[in-house]
C-alpha cells in the first residue's frame, strides 16, 4: 500500500495540519485525511503542491511503499 509522509513531514518543520493548510491552500481537513490515509484519492494538484513546500526532488520523499504483509504479520 501507498502511505504519503506529510506527517513527518509537517512534524520537521513544527507545523500543525492547520499551519499546513493555510500555507499551501490545501483544506485542512483534506490533509488530515491524506496524512492519516482515509482519503479516498489525492489529487495529483495536492501533491505537487506538497512537492514543491517541502522542496522536495524526488516522489519517494512524500510517498513510500508499506508492505502490508509485513505490517500485519
Not at 505537487?48 to 524526488?58: A, R, S, V
Amino acid at each position: 500500500m501507498l502511505r504519503l509522509k506529510i506527517k513527518e513531514l509537517r512534524q520537521g518543520k513544527e507545523l500543525s495540519v492547520r499551519q499546513l493548510s493555510e500555507e499551501t491552500g490545501i483544506r485542512w481537513n483534506t490533509l488530515n485525511d491524506m496524512e492519516k490515509g482515509t482519503a479516498k484519492h489525492w489529487p495529483p494538484e495536492h501533491l505537487n503542491t506538497l512537492m514543491q513546500y517541502f522542496e522536495l526532488k524526488d516522489v519517494s520523499e512524500l510517498i513510500e511503499y508499506v508492505d502490508e504483509k509485513a505490517t500485519t504479520a
